[in-house]
């Protein structure tokens, strides 16, 4: 069976499940009264279900499940085969799943998914998975354990953070999620690592069914659903830990790439980007770090004069743009160069969004009333 076709079984399996599931889960919330309550910090204006990403881990862990013993029965000899981390991975996976879920179905304050998120993360340096290269940014090489560990936490807590924090109109966060997987099945294929391949294609599987009824479901009609915190925590975090397992310098797994650690950042810029820019106009106007408003990138875009499908469809071709642009670039200068380019670039993105909610007599920082 040719590698090929591994991750494209993956994708049609997940999608399948996906497509099950989903009204499943639908008809559930119905039933439970389950729904998303609009308010003042919301865009949507009806009540929805968002249990939406219930289905994420599962309809991915059947799909690889399936197409790991499907091909190793086929050929007669392990062609998929896990590592120490894969098991740690899946530990944490489930610790990241299941808070998200006890939060869309009873609500949790922040502390405790933050502590649950840094517990999860955690495992990963003690599985041997750490940020050991920083492929010569700001000057910096090889890492020490001690420092990569921490480095690791970080990342992936903030990656996962910034995916769940992003998801505030419909198809923002999957979409963005589906281009950041879709490159990182790149980078692993390449290697022939078919493990992941087949995990991250069984991901973006799920995200078909779930962005057809997010975009185009009726509410009336009881057929459009959020992924809730179960789904953009779990999408956060398989993202934040493939950052750390693509950009990791590994000889005995992965030879070196020197654009390993720009693919990696490039991929998830404008959920983190956008999470460090909150945080730093929270912080200049004296707010709470951890207060709500109305101030991430779709929150200025609609204020801006743009409709919520507008709004997407410019998110979607920015994270389109800093892929091409960074990946060209990044023959041309080093990567310390490049980040800095990319600031730039999205500072000025931000100040003709400014000059346009201007023109429309609003502010571009908004408080929550």
Known sequence: MTAYLLPIIAFLLSIACGFIFIPLILNFCKEKRLYDIPNSRKIHSSAVPRLGGICFLPSMLIALVITTFAVNGFTGYEQVTFSLWSLYFFVSLLLIYGVGLVDDLIGLNATHKFTVQIIAAALMPLSGLFMNNLYGFLGIYELPYAIGSVMTVFVIVFTCNAINLIDGIDGLSASLSFIALSGFLYCFFREDIYSY?????????VLVPFLYFNLFG?????RKIFMGDSGSLTLGFILGFLTVKASMHN???????????????TLTLVPVFDVVRVILVRTFHRRPLFSADKNHIHHKLMRAGLTQHQTLLVIIALSLFYIVFNYILFHYCYLSVLVAVDIVVWMMFHYVVNIRIRKNGLKPFQTEE
Not at 197 to 205: D, S, T
Not at 218 to 222: H, P
């Open 197 to 205: 391949a087949i995990l991250i294609a069984g991901l973006m599987g």
């Open 251 to 265: 000889p005995n797994v992965m030879p070196f790439h020197r654009d390993s650690l720009m693919l990696s950042y």
């Open 218 to 222: 009726s509410a009336e009609k009881n």
